[in-house]
């Protein structure tokens, strides 16, 4: 199994920002997606996460409103789109993939992308 992150980078607060995740070697369709974001020296944090079929999705609060989950199946490939960012929105940004129907913690995760850079300045 790989999932492939990429979009990361260096932006400006209020700026936006779309993360992609594309999987290879699981059935993708079957498979709840959730993204993560961790920094140094702490835990890896929940940011969203959504359902095998799109049909629900599952914000942290402190992202709600701001950011948005979603995928495309057919191109086996989850997004995260992030507007009005934060400095305190900056980490790397970890793709996952769940057996479960909608998961928001890690452990629930059974594989993990290599991660994403995104620096927010203030």
């Known amino acids: 199994v790989q999932l492939q992150a990429s979009g990361g980078g260096l932006v400006q607060a209020g700026a936006s920002l779309r993360l992609s995740c594309a999987a290879s070697g699981l059935t993708f369709g079957s498979s709840s997606m959730g993204w993560f974001r961790q920094n140094p020296g702490k835990e890896r944090d929940f940011v969203a996460a959504i359902s095998w079929s799109g049909g629900s999705t599952y914000y942290a609060d402190s992202v709600k409103g701001r950011f948005t989950i979603s995928r495309d199946n057919p191109k086996n490939t989850v997004y995260l789109q992030m507007n009005s960012l934060k400095p305190e929105d900056t980490g790397v940004y970890y793709c996952?993939?769940?057996?479960?129907?909608?998961?928001?913690?890690?452990?629930?995760?059974?594989?993990w992308g290599q991660g994403t850079l995104v620096t927010v300045s203030s």
């Open positions: 996952a993939a769940s057996k479960l129907t909608l998961a928001g913690l890690a452990p629930s995760y059974d594989y």
